[in-house]
């Protein structure tokens, strides 16, 4: 009875030993996963930054050529304003949006400037702007990959369970409204 006793204790203590690791593999990954997201939001935040650090040079250069187009100027301004005090991914996205539509507004009436348009840092600054674009459009992508893949996570078994108990959330995706 002994050998037997022994045996089920060890067989115990392994199941009770896997089980342990599972907890701790799926709770790992749930925080990693959690991780990556974040870090792909740090990435659209970089993106967004580095277009927002475009915009008052664009708009002192426009502004120079043309003093009396200060409607679009005063939205451009308020848009980007709106993006730097953005909270959320949702936050963010409208105030990219409105903002993106405003600078497309803007490039409308520098089309009545050739003197504008030819000007070096003009040119410049819209090559950087149009790369920051694609920039942003490929780290939302990337972003909204690990949000979709940390969504899955938290609804499927067993990381439902573990999600509720950590108190994790569904992510929002990074979203463009359609312009």
Known sequence: MSKNKLITGVI??????????????????????EEEVSK?????????????????????????????????????????????????AEDAARADAELTTALGKLLVIVENYPDLKANTQYTQLMDELAGT???????????????AMYNKKIKRFPGFIFASMMGLDEKHYFTAEEQ
Do not use: C, F, G, H
């Open 12 to 33: 115990a203590i392994i199941i009770v030993i896997v089980v342990l690791l599972a907890i701790l593999s799926n709770y790992n990954s749930l925080i990693d996963t």
């Open 133 to 147: 674009e694609n920039r942003i459009a490929v780290a939302r992508k990337d972003y909204n990959e690990q949000v």
């Open 40 to 88: 792909s939001y740090a990435q659209i935040d970089n993106q967004l930054q580095r277009k927002l650090d475009l915009i008052p040079t664009l708009v002192q250069t426009v502004q120079e050529y043309a003093a009396y187009e200060k409607e679009a100027i005063l939205t451009i301004t308020t848009s980007r304003e709106k993006l730097v005090d953005a909270k959320t």
